[in-house]
């Protein structure tokens, strides 16, 4: 088996390399790129790279992923987002591959009460989530699918939430974090486990698949920090209180009922998670092992 993995210098393509190397999958058929080896809004290169290698599973991570950004940038943003999407989707025809689509809770504006099903009605609030649903709909048109919607996103290779609540610990003794945008972190080791169990499978369609449990950005917070004995005042604030250029949905629960259904082990909870991603960047002797070492000696 042949595995092309798009966004390899991102977070989640990274981590579906290192989750295909770790079940012995040999590197030579193991194929990662990032836009400088293939980018996705080329047609004529993406054809050209697909066609060459002929993988039988594609990993479309790649994406336009400053959801600010991409209100300034809506033309440069869809093009990365949907016909760079349409473009993998069409090279996967080609060859016959089985395509992953990794998409977000930003397809959901967010007004509902309770758990978002994978076909509830989509409604983005902003320019990122619109062209990823964009995406999902040119993915959707080839049978041999998987659309994979994740949230608040993890990994050793990138910025994210995390490691900035863990620098920002160094210079600041109290945080305003929001605490009515409720959803689930996902963190990428996790996902590529099912990821790579899932495309052994033909079961393909629309899954949400983040880490287990619910919370607010200002409980994701409180929980690095108190996990990591860092002492911080984290003040819950309303998102009308901190405005960002794009509209980002209230309610982001996602329900995992397409992944039970189809007899997919959910992932670990998102606080087991966390533990295990501080570990990691104390293993992989990341910028902020440093921060969570200091505070580990003060127990
Ligand atoms: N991050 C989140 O919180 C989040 C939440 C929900 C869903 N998602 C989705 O999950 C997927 C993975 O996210 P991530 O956090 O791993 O993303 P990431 O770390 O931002 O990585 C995205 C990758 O895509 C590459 N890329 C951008 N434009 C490209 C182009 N034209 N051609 C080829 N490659 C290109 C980027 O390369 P350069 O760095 O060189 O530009 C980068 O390596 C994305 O599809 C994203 O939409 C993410």
Redesign the pocket.
């Known amino acids: 088996m042949k595995y092309l993995v798009?966004?390899?210098?991102?977070?989640?393509?990274y981590d579906i390399v290192r989750e295909l190397k770790n079940r012995g999958v040999a590197d030579s058929d193991i194929f990662p790129t990032?836009?400088a080896d293939?980018?996705?809004?080329d047609r004529d290169a993406v054809m050209e790279k697909v066609t060459s290698i002929k993988p039988d599973v594609i990993f479309h991570?790649?994406?336009?992923?400053n959801v600010d950004g991409a209100e300034d940038n809506k033309e440069l943003c869809e093009k990365?987002n949907y016909i760079?999407a349409k473009n993998m989707a069409d090279a996967a025809r080609e060859v016959g591959a089985k395509i992953v689509y990794?998409?977000?809770?930003y397809v959901f504006d967010g007004t509902k009460e309770g758990m978002y099903e994978v076909d509830d009605k989509t409604n983005p609030l902003s320019v990122y989530g619109l062209t990823?649903f964009q995406g999902e709909e040119a993915v959707r048109s080839y049978p041999n699918h998987f659309i994979v919607r994740?949230?608040?996103?993890f990994?050793i290779n990138?910025k994210n939430f995390i490691r900035t609540m863990l620098k920002l610990s160094e210079s600041r003794d109290s945080l305003n974090v929001v605490c009515d945008q409720i959803g689930s972190p996902t963190y990428t080791v996790d996902l590529s486990r099912l990821l790579v169990d899932m495309v052994a499978t033909d079961k393909y369609g629309t899954y949400h698949a983040n880490n287990e449990g619910f919370c607010s950005w200002a409980e994701f917070a409180k929980y690095i920090f108190d996990s990591s004995n860092i002492s911080m005042e984290v003040n819950p604030i309303p998102t009308s209180s901190y405005p960002q250029k794009a509209t980002r949905p209230l309610n982001s629960k996602l329900s995992k009922k397409s992944l039970d259904d189809a007899g997919f082990s959910r992932l670990p909870s998102w606080e087991d998670a966390v533990l295990r991603y501080k570990q990691e960047l104390i293993n992989e002797d990341k910028e902020e092992a440093k921060i969570l070492i200091k505070h580990r000696k003060d127990v």
């Open positions: 798009t966004g390899y210098n991102g977070q989640l393509g990032d836009v293939m980018d996705i809004t991570n790649a994406a336009w992923t990365v760079g990794i998409s977000t809770d990823k994740i949230s608040w996103v990994g990138g």
